[in-house]
């Protein structure tokens, strides 16, 4: 089966849309963290300060690791923030805050196609960002004797895994990161060969 490809920003961009009257400007950045969403946001708030509206919409990680949040920042439920998740989601777009910041002109788009303005001016704008495959990653630790440690390294060559950290003692304890979809089977051949003694267990994160 073919793993799906996910994507990350490496730059920001800028797009502006004026649709009946209102002004919509979507501003894409890379986070990594909900407070780097949150000082993007805000900085976005500074420099349009007398915009009506700054709906939003941010993912960080994928699958079960996946962070992700919306706002419609007081337009009708529903209108702003979910439609542009759902155009990150169809980007196969991680680690990334979109915002999409609203003049209103006058006119009242209603609520599909308030819906139609927040997604589609962000669908508009990412043709214009500059990215690259995002890889998710799991960190494993190693726990064995001396005599299994190249058993360990044997595997972490050829499943094309990075190895972190060595610790030499009374055990050795190898800490490696890995391809989050070939952990399971790297943990499981690696019980295997070593007839159930070594264990790669996953290295809890914070």
């Not at 420099?47 to 992700?68: K, M, P, Q, S």
Request: with cysteine; glycine share 10%.
């Amino acid at each position: 089966m073919t793993e799906t490809p996910y994507f990350q920003p490496v730059g920001t961009c800028q797009h502006q849309a004026k649709i009946k009257a209102s002004r919509f400007i979507a501003d894409v950045f890379p986070i990594h963290s909900e407070q780097e969403a949150q000082d993007h946001l805000s900085s976005i708030k500074k420099r349009e300060y007398t915009a009506n509206h700054h709906c939003f919409a941010w993912r960080i990680g994928v699958g079960d690791d996946e962070l992700w949040r919306v706002s419609d920042d007081g337009e009708p439920a529903g209108t702003g923030g979910m439609p542009m998740y759902q155009v990150l989601q169809g980007a196969n777009l991680t680690n990334v805050l979109a915002v999409v910041t609203r003049y209103f002109g006058g006119t009242k788009l209603g609520k599909g196609g308030l819906m139609r303005a927040y997604g589609g001016t962000l669908h508009e704008a990412l043709p214009l960002l500059k990215k690259k495959e995002f890889i998710p990653l799991v960190s494993l630790v190693c726990e064995c004797d001396f005599e299994h440690a190249n058993l360990v390294y044997r595997l972490v060559e050829n499943y094309g895994a990075t190895l972190r950290d060595q610790d030499y003692g009374d055990k050795v304890f190898i800490t490696l990161d890995i391809k989050k979809s070939r952990a399971d089977k790297f943990a499981w051949e690696l019980h295997e060969l070593s007839n159930g003694i070594i264990k790669a267990e996953q290295v809890n994160k914070g």
